[in-house]
């Protein structure tokens, strides 16, 4: 028996489960459960990520703080994961004890016995008003290359140009608008740069089946490029751990999230009285042979292969056994864009009364054990689930059940037919190995070939010409049938648990596992009468997920660098005409007073207003109406200001907000108006 911990990556707690995030998840579900049908004894467990400047300003956003609302994400994230039958043995957080614990005990041992721990001063840009020092998503301005407005920190949407924050020309605040200046404070960081990281991971990536064959590849260019030191602080004000012996400094990401993997696995350990040691100790977990199974997105890779293995081998940690990386998704064979993007989420899919178990098995035949994309194709997810997964497996059930139920009262009889049980049976290694290797796609392409065999054999059998002819033959043939039903259920297993618990009730017969195989029906075995066991999906179906308008935008900036699946998972679906009421509700429509109109030096087009938008709150508007009004005739007016419009940063100043005009294609302008009586402040809807 093989004792295996396993994870899934940390999902990031500031956005909602999507379909991308479900290909890892799936994924590792399923080879956790044939684990389990193996009767090893597996512990898959993940947990939110829940610290970081997004989650601390998100809750700013709202008015809760952090705990509330990481508190929230944690029951919806749960929910998408039960709907979708991701069993985790423990699902956490990692803004708990136990991970705070071993982060310190990580830092302490790296910093005092290994002497890995340096600091350098950083400089970063800070945002006076906010007081904080900003990641480089939250920084936005022109483009140094095309010279496009509002484009991120990091890189163009419109060219493409990677950069750095301060290469921005007129950079902005994201937060609050403001200027950013530049200001240095001292980092800590991990030594990967070191001679005995380095030698230690040449090592240590060499173990055969360590990584797959193309993650050796890309690692071994990493080697090449050789490692720089990884920066482990924020400052405050910050949402995580603070440092224990450097007040004001914060554990970032690589020093705090993935340290989650262990300390959720603690608090599972203390409810179930697991010998943690057994799984994390180096020297314990040796002699305890315990297996360490990380799976993640390619875009992690790094952080897993190099800086993680080396974190956990200088601070007497057991280091992983095998990382399993993935591709990402494509919808419709449509590029993932980035914050723009558009997106599927699982519930979006539920919605659209999709089965869940239809996604599962769509992936399990599309995934293999390489670090290729995989594409939803709409079309084809629709074909394979009716053609195939109805088509050719439920089907069997439903041709021959209903013979057993009406001429032989739910008796199942000899099935001396062995030709084609024999053949379902010599497959069983082939679609072990092929589930233990994560060459999913191979596993179905088997399965699937035996269930059109079985069909072929009622084809040539005809049931429904013995039922007059010849009866014992009929028995047999049905028997036969739902035998190799019964076998093909099992090996399907991991990828439909739900369906395959109610084909066990028809069947009659205990869970299964895969030692179960082959145990026959013994004769004269009851049967239940067959009720459906699954519908096929509908063209209605696919496009209520399309109507869906799954089109939100992406969740906020993420400071993590690639630490959640969801920044490089996002997909797009085609954008609708229409739009929800949910999306509708977002924009924030009030009534504003115009207390004072100005015209701007050196614009030809702009006015710039000052709006009152109750509870004496004014806001600074640029609006291009110059051509239509004169700043007397504004001033007192009443209009429409959109309230919730991220405050953008022009050349003139900064802009707060929108307000609604009408026009027409010869230019010429008609500002929105509530009717006499409507008050500053009052909600549009
Ligand atoms: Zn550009």
Redesign the pocket.
Known sequence: MRRILVTSALPYANGSIHLGHLVEYIQTDIWVRFQKLQENQVYYVCADDTHGTPIMLKADDEGITPEDLIARMEVEHKEDFDNFLIEFDFYGSTNNLATREIANDIYGKLKNDAKLISQTPVEQFFDPKKRLFLPDRYVKGT??????DD?YGDS??????THVPTDLVNPYSVISGETPIRKTSNHYFFNLSDDRCTNFLKEWVSKPDRLQPEARNKVAEWFKDGFSDWDISRDAPYFGFEIPDAPGKYFYVWLDAPIGYFGTFKTLCDQRGIDFKSFVDAAKSKSSQTELIHFIGKDILYFHALFFPALLQFSGYRTPTQIFAHGFLTVNGKKMSKSRGTFITARNYLESDLNPEWLRYYYFSKLNSSMQDIDLNLDDFLSKVNGDLVGKFINIASRCAKFINKEFSNSIGPTKDHGILKEILNNKGAIAASYETREYSKAIRIIMSLADHVNQYIDKKKPWKLIKEDKDSLLVVCSTALESFRILSLYLKPVLPQTCQEIEKFLKIKPQLWKDVDCFFTSNHQISPYQHLMHRMTKKNMQKLTNQHANEKGTSPKSHGGESPADSNKINVMTEKFITIDEFTKIKLKVARIVKAEHVEGADKLIKLQLDVGQNKLKQVFAGIKSAYSTDELEGKFTIVVANLKPRKMRFGLSEGMVLAASNEKGDIFLISPEKGAKEGMEVK
Do not use: L, T
């Not at 483009?143 to 496009?148: A, E, F, L, M, T």
């Not at 163009?156 to 140009?161: L, T, V």
């Open positions: 483009c140094p290359k095309c010279k496009s484009q163009c949407e419109i060219c493409g140009n």
